[in-house]
């Protein structure tokens, strides 16, 4: 049992709106570091579909996604990822054909076959939560505590990159958020080969234990090469 509000919008909607607005990400072009994180995750977790969500006021807006050909945007109450961003930790149905979220439209998912969703909403700075990391399946599955705690450090990633990318760009620096995007998708790509080469080895990651605390561990050097760059914007100003 998921322990779910009883409506899709929380009480904060409107300071979680707003924040969601400055970050200026709602309905943008893809970028290569957003589509490096899903490509990640569906090969670490062994699943055809991963999504990166921002949940605006009417619509879930697609960052990023892998799996799901040509989908950019649908109807808030027909996404899971709106009900993700009501938890602090990871929500997660591991057969949605016998448990379905009550909040949610169950008929979208059923159409694209989805069997399995499992999300971690995206915690800015700020406390509030602007949309989701997902991945999916069109078969049941159990999700180990270990892929949670994983999916977590993805999300987190995530929203500190939404937050870098929003300072560079604020300052009319696209140029060097091009360059830091480079670095980070070159961290990530390296971390996709290894995943698929312990796939081939080991057959799944998924359940592999080991393996799960070994790509936290790598996955904190990602983390430290954002939070050198946050410095830059959030260090305070000497006198």
């Known amino acids: 049992m998921h322990d779910l509000p009883a409506s899709l919008i ?12 400055q970050y200026n990400i ?26 990166i969500s921002l949940v605006d006021e009417q619509e879930v807006f697609f960052k990023a996604g892998t799996g799901l050909p040509g989908l950019e945007r649908v109807a808030r109450p027909d996404s899971l990822c709106s009900a993700a961003i009501l938890q602090q930790e990871v929500l997660a149905y591991e057969n949605l054909a016998d448990e379905g979220c009550g909040l949610i439209n169950p008929y979208v998912a059923k159409a694209a076959g989805l069997q399995f969703y499992a999300g971690a909403a995206l915690r800015m700075p700020d406390g509030n939560h602007i949309g989701s990391f997902c991945v999916m399946g069109r078969v049941p599955r159990t999700m180990s505590a270990g892929e949670r705690e994983l999916l977590m450090v993805l999300a987190s990633l995530t929203s500190l990159t939404i937050e870098l990318r929003q300072h560079y760009l604020a300052q009319g620096r696209p140029a060097d958020w091009e360059t830091v995007q480079r670095e980070l998708q070159e961290l ?10 312990l796939t081939s080895r080991l057959g799944t990651m998924s359940g592999n234990t080991g393996e799960q605390a070994s790509t936290q561990h790598r996955l904190l050097g990602l983390r430290r090469v954002l939070e050198h760059h946050l410095v830059e914007f959030t260090a305070p100003l000497s006198n």
Do not use: G, K
């Open 10 to 21: 929380p009480a904060d909607d409107a300071a979680r709106l707003r924040s969601l607005h």
């Open 26 to 51: 709602l309905n943008t072009t893809p970028e290569l570091i957003f589509d490096a994180y899903v490509a990640l995750a569906a090969q670490l977790f062994n699943v055809p579909v991963s999504l």
């Open 188 to 197: 990530l790509h390296d971390e996709a080969a290894l995943a698929r080469y």
